[in-house]
């Protein structure tokens, strides 16, 4: 081996610095990086582990979003439903107040009417009561006085009153 150029107190000096090397290497470099290397696995899975949680939050968040609205979607239908019923009441109510009031228009007149009617008739039977006499002075003359003429007048008159229509 020597005629090779290696010698045996060379090879082991070789030797005994590659074991040395690769020792120095484990501990001063190695097991850093590893240990480097172990801390940024596990920062990472923690990064993820954090987003898995954000992203359940935000999930939750949406679902009690959508509850909230499906809420107040719900209160809002109600509430337009209830001023819908409250229109239709108020709107059945003035119909009914102005249905009432027409009523009470054709009431008063119809008895407006029926006053006329009698002041109408009334008048009939003092024109009549009044042609009467006229008529009764013209055909009896003077022969009759004055209250014997009211008298039959009057009984005229309460004769129309006793005919019905």
Not at 59 to 65: I, L, T, W
Not at 73 to 100: D, F, H
Request: cysteine-free; glycine content about 4%; overall charge negative.
């Amino acid at each position: 081996m020597e005629a090779l150029g290696i010698s045996l107190s060379g090879l082991i000096a070789y030797a005994i610095n590659f074991v040395v090397l690769v020792v120095l290497l484990r501990v001063l470099l190695y097991k850093p990086v590893k240990n480097m290397l172990a801390a940024r696995q596990q920062r990472i899975a923690e990064g993820l582990e954090a987003a898995d949680r954000a992203s359940a939050d935000a999930e939750q968040q949406r679902q009690e979003f959508d509850k909230e609205l499906a809420a107040a979607r719900s209160e809002a239908q109600a509430e337009a439903k209830r001023l819908a019923e409250q229109t239709e009441k108020m709107r059945t109510e003035a119909l009914a107040a102005a249905e009432q009031e027409a009523e009470q228009i054709r009431s008063e007149a119809r008895q407006e009417m029926e006053r006329e009617r009698a002041r109408l008739a009334s008048e009939l039977q003092r024109e009549a009561a009044e042609l009467a006499l006229e008529i009764s002075r013209k055909v009896v003359g003077a022969a009759v006085d004055e209250s014997a003429q009211r008298r039959l007048v009057d009984q005229f008159v309460a004769e129309l009153d006793r005919q019905p229509g």
